[in-house]
């Protein structure tokens, strides 16, 4: 069997004439963490459903636990779990009855089941409350639930789509633990699609960025940190374009600048070492005219690897983050 949990090969899909994944290719190893990350749009969701089998591709192949997303899709159901942004639970049953009806659909039932729901209860920590009504859950509660369901009959893959959104920031931490927890007691290969970009950091082990359909950019978050530079000098002026446009071709030509980029009125200097050319950029700013309104001095952050990669700042939104899934 392949050592890769999730692979793909020029995997796309279209609604209409409207390309949301123009070709998606993918290599996630058994007990990795992938991060997945995307702009509004980009095609992420898309991806996600199309490996869950809740879509069909229209171009290229995808394979989930060795299994063909189309093919075998049946077999691939069965080998993966999947806790999607919003948590679909009737809120007129308990807890347990969520989990009860979730264990006989995939098979498990009796001794087995009641074991099963033992065990990931205490995983996720619900405690007691898996015998209240799911109405009277919060947020956090209910997306434990629902992680306990994509649990329960053992995933080999589990894929985890925003699982923090709208959480407040102790609830976020408490899920970034269990997400661990996973991967390394249980040995689960998890595929984390995260609008935070300090989730992303913090968890994956390697992380994939897609936009307008592809990938844009791909690797450990360190690895992609380091290709932005080792320093970041970034100021706020407000100035026109073309004055912006004039000053950023001196500062490309400083001693150890790297990278010069400009989007509204932000300039973003990579830099070999920074402290050293703060001076002068702050010169060349001066001799066409124009003052900083802020200026800070900084390493690379995964938002500065997407601003980089896709043009734009990674937006978080508490709704669905993905607009081309509803075309």
């Known amino acids: 069997m392949s050592e890769s949990a999730i692979t793909a090969s020029g995997l796309a899909r279209s609604f209409g004439d409207n390309q949301a994944v123009k070709s998606v290719d993918l290599a996630v190893e058994r007990g990795e963490i992938y991060g997945f990350l995307g702009p509004n749009g980009a095609g992420k969701s898309t991806t996600v459903r199309m490996l869950c089998t809740l879509l069909r591709p229209t171009g290229g192949t995808a394979t989930v636990a060795g299994f063909d997303v189309v093919e075998g899709a049946d077999d691939v159901r069965l080998r993966?779990?999947?806790?999607?942004?919003?948590?679909?639970?009737?809120?007129?049953?308990t807890g347990r009855e969520v989990l009860e009806l979730q264990g006989r659909m995939y098979g498990i039932s009796g001794s087995t089941l009641s074991n099963r729901i033992t065990e990931v209860v205490d995983f996720v920590?619900?405690?007691?409350?898996?015998?209240?009504?799911?109405?009277?859950?919060?947020?956090?509660?209910?997306?434990r639930v629902d992680l306990a369901t994509a649990l329960l009959h053992e995933p080999e893959?589990?894929?985890?789509?925003?699982p923090t959104t709208g959480l407040d920031p102790a609830s976020r931490a408490k899920v970034w633990e269990e997400v661990r927890r996973l991967n390394t007691e249980?040995?689960?290969?998890i595929f984390l699609t995260t609008q935070y970009l300090e989730e992303a950091d913090a968890l994956a082990g390697r992380v994939g960025i897609i936009d307008d359909g592809l990938i844009v950019a791909e690797g450990s978050p360190v690895d992609l940190k380091r290709n932005v530079?080792?320093?970041?000098?970034?100021?706020?002026?407000?100035a026109a374009?073309?004055?912006?446009?004039?000053?950023?071709?001196?500062?490309r030509r400083l001693a150890q600048v790297t990278d010069v980029s400009v989007h509204n009125n932000e300039v973003t200097v990579s830099a070999t070492d920074g402290a050293a050319v703060v001076n002068d950029f702050v010169v060349a700013l001066n001799a066409g005219g124009l003052r900083a309104?802020?200026?800070?001095l900084r390493t690379p952050t995964l938002d500065d690897v997407f601003l980089q990669v896709t043009g734009q700042r990674l937006v978080v939104d508490d709704g669905n983050s993905d607009g081309e899934a509803a075309a």
């Open 125 to 143: 920590d619900i405690g007691g409350a898996i015998d209240d009504f799911v109405g009277t859950y919060s947020g956090g509660m209910k997306r």
């Open 241 to 251: 374009p073309n004055e912006l446009a004039s000053v950023s071709d001196a500062v």
């Open 186 to 189: 249980l040995d689960i290969t």
């Open 229 to 238: 530079g080792a320093d970041l000098i970034v100021a706020t002026v407000n």
């Open 80 to 93: 993966i779990g999947v806790a999607l942004q919003e948590a679909s639970l009737d809120e007129k049953q």
């Open 293 to 296: 309104d802020t200026l800070t």
């Open 157 to 162: 893959v589990l894929f985890l789509d925003e």
